[in-house]
């Protein structure tokens, strides 16, 4: 359902851009909306540093002035070294970021404007910032809207899964930070300084991939910014939301698990890396908006809105649906739980038989894993996992009788033997249809030497049997009967996990091999799984941003080749994160980006992943033409990763910046 135009708000509104500053001089951009009153109202940040006056200016657009338009000043800031904010860049969530973000929230809640009582929403890495920054606990903040984020940089975010490197992620995401941080201020925002500006942040970049792959264990470069490791530190209230279709969602689980009761709610609905009211697949969409609006009220202004009335945890369960790499809207309902964990849920164990198996997946299986960060295009998601299953162990359970509804994160116990120190697990849970088409459920990961911690690397004794288990990530989906439940387990997911230097894989043994899942009781969908529901979508009146038609032919979103007589396997990706648009201001703004991902199918030690991106931010009437070209690579020996990254920057037709570094990373744990 696409979003409904509001117009008309108990507020008329204003905005205006200006530079918070920080206690060293330093200027932060900030765009805020405010409503027309004389009255002082709270405030709401949206703190990152994907550039307010290009980047995220049209999904702004969309929210900042309808809070405004509801008695809020909804502020956009832009992180130091990002967009037109002074200072330079950093790690992503570093000491500096998070220390400025609590200044930028002291200095709102001390505006003539404001109550003193401040908000903090985000999407990804706003989420995040929202998240670290309640666990600061600064005094004004109140309460938080925190949108597809992790309390777990380590084990649930963009660089490892089950102890393994995400290939797929922490490649394409290194990347494009690469190629956003290179990207100029704007002389339009910035002034005349712009250049001297861009050149000294250009001097400072250096490519995360370096520091991330560096980590490779779960230390405490992780456990900065992890809030699972204090939940007690947050103080604000906190509504977590999330989407199955989004890697983040378990942080939605854990938070209500963890936090006071009382001050924190849970929405995980069906959607994709995306706000749950732009319509974009899957959907339904939701007034989310809206339901925003009743949390602010409720702590911002103390009002009762009945907010805390709703179950603690509102999760969207789908019904069984044949695999599609899109879906506009997927068949479910609503469902809430009085706690999490739910009494509603219970561990059902299924039990394993058979003959010990060997499982030696081609290094290629894995290439319709669909895309780690869905954003509702059309090729994000799993395709039917027929030809993944033929590469893995499988082991099915007919579902008789009635349905089988599952709300939670599905356990695997695995009995393996390994003849080599390390390897990888991969288990899908896939709804398997009378046709046989299979339709991908939910899936984990385990890097069999994470085994025994996150935190440590422990070798496997070579030609040895042990007992291994994993969590799955958490879904909300129902089997109807008729269809059966298969567990496919590989040694082998590229490009989403970096494939292990030694490709023996395992033998398995279902004899001591089981699958738990978290069952819901059919008795649990009662009336207040009904009373759920929630408003039609709706934004403020959009900014007016542009796409140019053009005559070039479309590429493929992903597109895999497959050379037969050499065993090598390529797979192209447009993340489509935007294209050209042109912005009511002038701007002209362009990106391309292309990621490549390629193994021969026996050797894991020929992966390879590359990143190009084309960036172009141009105002013809002033003659400011500034182009952004990066290159981000790689491969793999035995020993090290072999990383290579270069930035190419220019004025006009001048280069003003280029650089390249190559870096070898020793293979701990990854």
């Avoid at 805390?308 to 506009?328: C, D, G, K, N, Q």
């Avoid at 039917?384 to 599905?410: M, N, Y």
């Avoid at 895999?560 to 009511?584: F, I, K, N, Q, S």
Wanted: glycine share 8%; aromatic share 10%; proline share 9%.
């Amino acid at each position: 359902m696409p979003p409904t135009i509001r117009t008309d708000f108990p507020y008329e509104t204003t905005h205006t851009d200006l530079r918070i500053p920080l206690p060293d001089g330093t200027r932060l951009y900030a765009r805020v909306w405010r409503p027309v009153t004389d009255e002082p109202v709270p405030a709401l940040l949206e703190y990152l540093p994907y550039r307010l006056s290009d980047w995220t200016a049209p999904r702004d657009w969309q929210r900042h002035p309808w809070y405004a338009g509801h008695g809020y000043a909804s502020v956009r800031v832009d992180v130091r070294g990002h967009g037109n904010s002074e200072g330079l860049p950093g790690d992503e969530y570093d000491a500096t970021e998070l220390a400025d973000g609590v200044e930028v929230i002291n200095w709102l809640a001390a505006q003539p404007w404001c109550t003193g009582r401040v908000g903090m929403f985000g999407i990804s890495w706003g989420g995040f910032n929202a998240l670290q920054l309640a666990a600061l606990a600064p005094e004004p903040l109140k309460a938080i809207v925190t949108v597809c984020s992790s309390d777990d940089r380590y084990d649930n975010d963009v660089h490892y899964m089950g102890g393994s490197v995400l290939a797929v992620d922490m490649h394409a995401w290194a990347a494009t930070m690469l190629a956003f941080v290179a990207r100029p201020p704007d002389p339009a925002f910035a002034g005349e300084g712009w250049r001297e500006m861009w050149l000294d942040r250009l001097e400072a970049v250096e490519p995360l991939i370096h520091t991330w792959l560096a980590h490779q264990t779960r230390d405490a470069y992780w456990r900065h910014g992890s809030v699972c490791e204090d939940y007690g530190a947050i103080e604000a209230a906190v509504l977590a939301v999330g989407g199955w279709h989004d890697p983040y969602r378990d942080t939605v689980l854990r938070l209500v698990e963890h936090l006071d009761p009382a001050r924190v709610r849970g929405l995980i609905g069906p959607w994709s890396h995306q706000y749950p009211d732009r319509g974009l697949p899957p959907g339904p969409a939701i007034g989310f908006l809206q339901e925003t609006l009743r949390w602010w009220d409720q702590w911002l202004k103390g009002a009762d809105t009945g907010i805390m009335a709703e179950p603690p945890l509102r999760s969207w369960i789908s019904a069984s649906h044949p695999p599609a790499t899109v879906y506009p809207e997927l068949p479910g309902r609503w469902a809430g739980e009085p706690s999490w964990p739910s009494p509603n849920v219970t561990v059902v164990p299924y039990a394993f038989q058979g003959e010990p198996v060997a499982v030696d997946s081609p290094q290629q299986t894995g290439l319709d894993a669909g895309r780690f960060f869905p954003f509702g295009n059309d090729a994000d998601l799993p395709p039917d996992q027929r030809d993944e299953d033929a590469k893995s162990a499988c082991f099915e359970i007919p579902v008789t009788g009635g349905l089988t509804e599952i709300l939670g994160r599905p356990r695997v116990r695995l009995r393996l033997r390994l003849d080599v120190p390390s390897g990888q697990a991969i288990a899908r849970l896939c709804d398997v249809a009378p046709d046989g088409s299979s339709t991908l459920v939910t899936r984990g990961v385990l890097n069999l030497s994470a085994r025994k911690g996150r935190d440590r690397i422990a070798p496997w004794p070579e030609g040895t049997t042990e007992d291994v288990t994993f969590e799955l990530n958490g879904i909300g989906h129902t089997f109807p009967p008729g269809h059966r439940i298969r567990l496919a387990v590989s040694s082998a997911y590229w490009p989403w996990i970096w494939p292990r230097a030694e490709s023996a894989g395992f033998t398995l043994d279902p004899a001591g091999s089981s699958l738990e899942l978290p069952v819901r009781t059919a008795t649990a969908a009662t009336a207040a799984d009904r009373a759920i529901s929630f408003e039609p979508p709706e934004q403020a009146e959009p900014m007016g941003v542009v796409s140019p038609v053009t005559l070039d032919e479309e590429r493929p979103e992903r597109l895999v080749t497959r050379d037969v007589a050499r065993g090598l396997w390529r797979l192209e990706v447009d993340p489509r994160y935007g294209g050209t648009r042109v912005y009511p201001d002038g701007l002209e703004f362009t990106e391309d980006a292309l990621e490549t991902y390629m193994i021969q199918e026996s050797d894991p030690l020929s992966a390879t992943a590359r990143s190009d991106w084309r960036i172009r931010l141009h105002r013809p009437e002033s003659a400011w033409d500034a182009r952004v070209e990066t290159r981000s690579e790689i491969s793999c020996d035995v020993d090290d990763f072999i990383t290579s990254n270069e930035v190419i920057c220019r004025d006009g037709a001048e280069v003003v910046f280029h650089r390249t570094w190559e870096k070898r990373v020793p293979r701990t744990a990854g």
